[in-house]
């Protein structure tokens, strides 16, 4: 408790604690705590983290964290931290986003930063559903699932987040749920401390408008959901496409060297500085 009690006075701002704008028993909450943890642990300073996201429920993470902080537009968080970045490569950039934000308005810019292979940390909030707005369906919704805008049943695949980061080219690629907190803890740490574009998508739930909707019960019955159905990537290896079916994978799915873009753009900046001075 004195260990927690000192990490909430070391990096939440006071004035924003309460009231909070998310439902009673939301993962992001969770997922607030695993990331304060986790850049703990890096011992990167609170000087050392510009922390940006888009527009969602998880989005709104920002607002109670002391770090540099950059609230920006509806799928743009990327790009506003990609300029960050390019400006000053030091600072440790780590992008917040929900499903909707990073993949439907914001996923052209998703798929690219993961090709470009930036350095940047990007944490994706997986709820399944567009919380913040009404309970829209999202690129994420599963097959068949109810929202306010498929009263009938939704009848568009969802994507696989973590899966398309990989063949988009990030460099580590991670999945995790808010009810696997140790765990989620340590991918997040290990996404900070990649070099290159690390992806972290974090199973979360949205009780108010998905899990209402759908017939899962409020958020005690979602985590247990969440326990029941996520296979670490370990056990997932040994099982069969029968055994695996209705599940998701949690853990490292894939953590690989590749050329940062910040440090080839450098090459190339120190390259044009020779060729202008001769």
């Known amino acids: 408790m004195a260990e927690l009690t000192k990490l909430i006075h070391k990096y939440l701002r006071h ?7 998310w439902c009673p028993g939301c993962g992001n909450g969770i997922l607030l705590g695993s990331l304060i943890r986790a850049i703990d642990r ?11 996201s888009g527009i969602g429920c998880s989005s709104r993470l920002p607002v109670y964290v002391d770090f540099n902080t950059l609230h920006t537009t509806h799928g743009r968080a990327l790009t506003f931290a990609t300029g960050v970045k390019l400006a000053n490569p030091r600072l440790q950039v780590i992008v917040v986003m929900g499903d909707g934000d990073a993949t439907s308005i914001g996923g052209n810019h998703f798929i690219h930063a993961a090709r470009r292979n930036l350095n940047l940390t990007a944490i994706i909030v997986n709820n399944n559903i567009y919380g913040m707005t009404g309970g829209q369906y999202s690129p994420t919704t599963p097959y068949g699932s109810y929202s306010t805008t498929s009263p009938f049943g939704h009848i568009e695949h969802p994507f696989a987040i973590a899966e398309l980061a990989v063949t988009a080219g990030a460099s580590f690629v991670a999945r995790g749920t808010v009810y696997h907190t140790n765990l989620l803890d340590e991918l997040i740490e290990k996404a900070i401390y990649k070099r290159g574009f690390s992806v972290v998508e974090v199973i979360s739930n949205c009780h108010t408008q998905f899990g209402r909707k759908n017939k899962m019960g409020g958020p005690i019955e979602m985590l247990k ?3 029941e159905t996520a296979v670490r990537v370990e056990k997932a290896e040994k099982l069969t496409e029968e055994e695996l079916k209705d599940k998701f994978t949690i853990g490292i799915l894939v953590d690989r060297e590749l050329p940062v873009f910040t440090m080839e753009y450098e090459k190339i900046r120190q390259e044009a500085k020779k060729k202008v001075s001769a």
């Open 15 to 21: 004035a924003k604690k309460f009231p909070h704008v």
């Open 42 to 52: 890096t011992g990167f300073e609170k000087d050392d983290i510009v922390l940006v």
């Open 225 to 227: 959901w969440m326990k």
